[in-house]
C-alpha cells in the first residue's frame, strides 16, 4: 500500500509538471475604446483563437482551452463588458466585435492566421471575422451556429418573441443596476447591457452582416451541431432541432472544404457535452495547417 501510495504522489508531481511547462498567461489589452481581458495558454502555430456564446466568459472555456493547448497555443477573451474586459460601444454587432477582436489579437500580438473557434454567437463573429480577414484565417470551426433564416426573421417566427423576451430581459437588469451606489451593481449593469445589445443585434445587423458572405471559398471549415432539442422550446423542440441542424449544416456548404459533424448526443454547448469529437476536430485542422506551411 506504502508503495502504491508513493507511487500516486509520484504521479500527480509528474502531472503538475507537465501543466507548469504550458506557458499561461491573463492580460488586458486596450484596444482603443477600452480594455479586454485575455487568456494565453500553450505554445505553438497556427494559433487557436475562441469566441464564446452569449453571457459565457472566458472561465466557462477554460476545460477546452486546457486540451487544446497540449498541441497549439490557444487565445481566449472576454467581449465587451465581460469579466474584466470594460465596457464598449454600442451597438454589439458582429462587425463591431470581429473589429475588436482583430485589434486585441494585433495588440497581444498574436501572429496568424488562426484557427478560429466560434460558438453560438461567438460563431457569428468568428464568420464576420473569417469574411472581413480572410489572410488572417487558417481554419475556421463553428460549434452550433445560430439558424441564419431564423435570425433573419424568415422562419420560426413564433419563437422570436421569445427571444425578444429574453432581450427586454437583459435590458431591464441592465437598466435597474445602473441606479445602484455598490459598485458592483453597476460592473453587473454594464455586462447586461453588452449581452442585450449583442442580442438585439443579432437579430437585426449581424444576421444582415452574416447573410452578406455567399462562401468562405476553400477555406477549411468545420460546423460541429447540437443533436439534442432544447426544451425551452416546448412541443416543437424536436422539429425545430432539425431545422437548426440542417441550417448548420447549410453553412458548412459554404465553403469547398467545408465539413459537418452532428454531435447527437450534445445540447447547444457543444464543446462541454461532446469535448472528444470538438478536440479532435480542431487538432486536425492544427495539423492540417502546419503540413501546408
Not at 183 to 209: G, K, Y
Not at 259 to 284: Q, R
Amino acid at each position: 500500500m506504502k508503495a502504491i501510495a508513493i507511487l500516486a504522489a509520484v504521479c500527480l508531481v509528474l502531472m503538475s509538471c507537465a501543466r507548469q511547462d504550458l506557458p499561461f498567461f491573463d492580460g488586458m489589452v486596450d484596444i482603443g475604446t477600452h480594455r479586454l481581458q485575455y487568456r494565453s495558454e500553450g505554445n505553438g502555430t497556427p494559433v487557436v483563437v475562441i469566441d464564446s456564446g452569449i453571457g459565457d466568459t472566458l472561465e466557462k472555456l477554460r476545460p477546452l482551452q486546457e486540451r487544446l493547448s497540449r498541441v497549439t497555443r490557444v487565445i481566449t477573451y472576454n467581449r465587451a463588458g465581460y469579466g474584466r474586459s470594460e465596457a464598449g460601444p454600442l451597438p454589439r454587432d458582429c462587425g463591431r466585435e470581429a473589429e475588436e477582436l482583430k485589434a486585441l489579437l494585433e495588440k497581444i500580438p498574436v501572429p496568424g492566421p488562426y484557427v478560429l473557434l466560434g460558438h453560438s454567437l461567438g460563431a457569428l463573429n468568428a464568420q464576420m471575422f473569417a469574411a472581413k480577414y480572410p489572410g488572417d484565417v487558417a481554419a475556421l470551426v463553428l460549434l452550433d451556429p445560430p439558424p441564419l433564416s431564423f435570425i433573419l426573421g424568415k422562419e420560426y417566427r413564433d419563437l422570436a418573441a421569445l427571444a425578444e423576451r429574453m432581450t427586454s430581459e437583459w435590458q431591464a437588469i441592465a437598466d435597474a443596476s445602473a441606479k445602484s451606489d455598490s459598485a458592483a451593481e453597476r460592473a453587473r449593469s454594464a455586462l447586461f447591457r453588452m449581452i442585450a445589445s449583442e442580442h438585439r443585434q443579432m437579430f437585426v445587423a449581424s444576421a444582415l452582416h452574416v447573410a452578406g458572405i455567399s462562401t468562405f471559398n476553400r477555406l477549411p471549415l468545420l460546423v460541429i451541431a447540437a443533436g439534442k432539442p432544447n426544451p425551452a422550446f416546448g412541443s416543437g423542440a424536436e422539429e425545430y432541432q432539425k431545422y437548426w441542424i440542417g441550417q448548420s449544416r447549410a453553412i458548412a456548404n459554404k465553403s469547398n472544404a467545408g465539413k459537418f459533424v452532428l454531435a447527437e448526443n450534445a445540447s447547444h454547448y457543444v464543446y462541454l457535452d461532446a469535448p472528444d469529437l470538438v478536440v479532435e476536430g480542431i487538432t486536425a485542422l492544427v495539423h492540417e495547417a502546419r503540413a501546408e506551411k
